[in-house]
């Protein structure tokens, strides 16, 4: 039987890991793909957990522990290597293996050697059944790059066996690590993979051979998709036309919608601001024909088309024409209701009047957020932009006092970059034989570290928030009491994270 699409792409990666895997010199790989290619690589991994076509032989064990130092990521890499064992025991019964594994995370140090023990005892002990021990990391997030970077080098300082072998994704787009991809590291191996999620789709919907007027469809818009991605505005405009022509023979107007949409997005991409308006408005006509027609997604349609109007306005510099979009996209969204999305026209449109010097306004929308944000739930707050919507509120009234706080917390950011620096030098001078409580000193020494930093950047925030006029003070008051003691310097991060723009952090 004939491989699909994604199945040939699985048997692409089976020929790329090939070289690695027979490589005796070799313990690490650095695959660097696009962004959108991620998903066919976890779909790899996940694959060789099951007899096909593109079985490698190897076991991989794929772990997303986030990095926040090195001493709490070994830590939580055990932990997590012990949970995915547990978890896994009726299926390796299933498969003839005695899940009789005898792990402790805490009888190995947190460090790099201690997880390189932990690997290596996990290996031992089912190395009957598995060909090599392939460890994928791939961090939800980053506090660090460099620090990451240095506990990936410190692991290949172990010296790792042949049979375990370590895996690392990098974007193309947005590289990360660069210092391991270009150093000369004889253990290191560094391949670029030619995987577009795009074509992987637009291949398979070809093969597929649906017949009907959705299948029809859907090659018309994987067409239009692409071309955005890979080739011209005008190209997607032609393409709309056939697109278009067909949405109406079918009596589809919310496919319209999405069509000219695309079309819209397009000329966005090429900066074609004025045509871009045109296209949103177009596409506004055939959202409000769907509302008319009682459509469950009209009144949805017809506010993407506000907000895809506003975000052209706005790159054009146009921020009174955003700045009405944004009224009307909020006004549609009270009306779904979908108070998220409300906050955040809103706030758009208070940054708008802001940077139009419109005080009395922008602040009108800026409290309309705030009424709005107060009807939620705590949980659910910090999933709008109500912490960034209340400095948006606060430059407004005085853009020279948040700049004041912006310097007290990148103040400290600095100071915490710091720390972490100190703490990641003292861990990697530990060696295998260091006792446990030398570990705990520098973690409990970094935590000390970094909340004194806190405290003394509240103290700072706290003054200049004292001495800010009436109007200042109450808006603070009102977004601390929405969003929390920590806004706006920790945890729901309004000002932008010093640490985070300078050591790189992967969301």
């Known amino acids: 039987m004939a491989l699909n699409p994604v199945e040939q792409r699985l048997v692409e990666l089976c020929n790329h890991w090939e070289p690695f895997q027979k490589d005796l010199s070799k313990r690490l790989l650095i695959w660097k793909t696009h962004e959108n290619a991620v998903r066919m690589l976890q779909c790899f991994f996940e694959a060789q957990k099951h007899e096909s076509e593109y ?32 978890a896994s025991r009726d299926a390796l019964t299933q498969q003839g293996i005695t899940p009789d594994w005898d792990f402790d995370p805490q009888h190995f140090q947190d460090s790099v050697s201690g997880v390189r023990q932990s690997l290596q005892s996990f290996a031992d002990k089912h190395q009957d059944h598995i060909g090599h021990l392939v460890v994928v990391l791939m961090p939800a997030t980053i506090t660090g790059e460099d620090a990451f970077i240095g506990w990936i080098q410190r692991l290949l300082a172990t010296g790792l066996p042949e049979r375990m072998r370590i895996v690392l994704i990098d974007s193309l787009e947005h590289p990360r690590f660069t210092a391991l991809t270009s150093s000369d590291h004889e253990q290191i191996s560094a391949e670029t993979l030619n995987i577009d999620a795009l074509t992987t789709a637009q291949d398979t919907f070809a093969q597929e051979g649906a017949v009907g007027p959705a299948a029809v469809f859907r090659n018309f818009l994987m067409g239009m998709v692409t071309l955005i991605e890979k080739g011209s505005a005008d190209q997607v405009k032609a393409k709309a036309e056939d697109t278009l022509a067909f949405a109406k023979k079918e009596q589809w107007a919310d496919q319209k919608v999405v069509v000219i949409m695309l079309v819209a997005g397009a000329l966005l991409k090429e900066k074609r601001f ?234």
């Open 274 to 507: 004025e045509e871009a308006v045109i296209e949103y408005q177009k596409a506004r006509q055939a959202a409000l024909l769907t509302v008319e027609a009682q459509h469950p997604a009209g009144k949805d349609l017809v506010m993407q088309t506000w907000f895809g109007e506003a975000g052209a306005h706005l790159a054009a510099g146009n921020l009174q024409a955003a700045t009405n979009c944004y009224d009307h996209a909020g006004l549609v969204a009270q009306s779904m209701p979908n108070p998220i999305l409300a906050i955040e026209a809103y706030r758009m449109g208070t940054f708008c009047l802001g940077r139009l010097e419109q005080r009395d306004p922008a602040l009108e929308r800026g409290h309309a957020a705030l009424a709005l944000g107060k009807q939620l739930e705590a949980k659910d707050r910090p999933n709008t932009t109500l912490p960034i919507l209340g400095i948006d509120i606060l430059r407004v009234i005085d853009p020279d006092r948040v700049k004041q706080m912006e310097a007290v917390k990148h103040r400290m950011d600095a100071q915490q970059i710091t720390v972490f620096a100190k703490a990641e030098k003292q861990t990697a001078l530990l060696n295998d034989t260091t006792d446990a409580q030398q570990f705990q000193a520098i973690e409990q020494n970094l935590e000390k570290d970094v909340e004194q930093a806190e405290q003394t950047a509240f103290h700072e925030l706290e003054q200049l928030v004292a001495e800010s006029q009436e109007l200042f003070q109450k808006y603070f008051a009102e977004s601390r009491a929405l969003l929390g003691a920590e806004w706006p310097l920790t945890e729901m991060l309004a000002i932008p994270c010093l640490l985070k723009a300078e050591e790189g952090v992967a969301a």
């Open 55 to 86: 079985q490698t032989g190897d076991l991989f064990l794929v772990f997303d522990t986030p990095f926040e130092q090195s001493i709490q990521y070994s830590r939580d890499l055990k932990i997590t290597l012990a949970g995915q064992y547990d």
